[in-house]
């Protein structure tokens, strides 16, 4: 059963690379991004486990904990780190979640017997302060992710939480965003003056607000 966007993410408890934790626990009132890998020793997760961790400053300024997991042991989980920091110059510093049983996975939909085998494919949740399922992402084994994609959304929802606003195609910080269908053109020019550009009468764009 597939997770949708706005339910609770399932807590658990599972063994990890930073000893047992309960998620919800371990999350707190955090932003959290949970993404699934297929296995331990494979030349693509190795990347991007080490991209993840590269980001942390990124992770920490925006609020938000990463955790990892796949349907490994914690041993080999541990044994696989040191391979992470040696490639990719940046040693893990978030926890891998040990999921042999396959709870988690099963719990958010991550194995998709379709991409070969019972491991978790690439499955990203990011997950907000109240614990409420915000983005969903699959992709399959043989193709690495963008995790300054998955910042770029981070920075997205942290915004239109805050501001009653949407941003456009491959808006990065700083860029114009739009005016949401639900508030009139003339309400809009009312609240933002001639900042407000309009290209059509569902389309207006103001500048980026301050929030
Ligand atoms: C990898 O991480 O390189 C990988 C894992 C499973 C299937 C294909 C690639």
């Not at 193709?143 to 501001?163: H, P, S, W, Y």
Request: a negative charge.
């Amino acid at each position: 059963m597939s997770l949708h966007l706005g339910e609770i993410a399932p807590d658990f408890t599972a063994e990890t690379t930073a000893g047992t934790l309960t998620f919800h626990d371990w999350k707190k009132d955090s932003w959290a991004i949970l993404f699934s890998h297929p296995a331990d020793f494979t030349p693509v997760c190795t990347t991007e486990l080490g991209a993840t961790s590269a980001l942390k400053g990124e992770f920490d300024a925006r609020g938000v904990k990463a955790i990892a997991v796949s349907v490994d042991s914690v041993e080999d989980h541990l044994s696989w780190a040191g391979d992470i920091g040696e490639v990719t110059g940046h040693p893990l510093n978030f926890p891998i979640i040990a999921d042999p049983k396959k709870e988690v996975s099963i719990a958010y939909d991550m194995i998709h017997p379709g991409e070969g085998d019972t491991s978790t494919v690439r499955s990203v949740f990011i997950i907000d302060p109240n614990n409420k399922v915000r983005l969903t992402l699959t992709y399959p084994k043989s193709v690495g992710r963008n995790f300054n994609e998955i910042l770029r959304v981070v920075d997205a929802l942290q915004l239109t939480d805050k501001a009653p606003v949407a941003t456009p195609v491959n808006w990065v910080p700083g860029d114009r965003v739009i005016v949401p269908p639900t508030v009139s053109t003339a309400d809009a020019i009312a609240k933002y003056g001639d900042q407000v550009e309009v290209v059509k009468d569902y389309l207006r764009y103001i500048p980026q607000p301050k929030v």
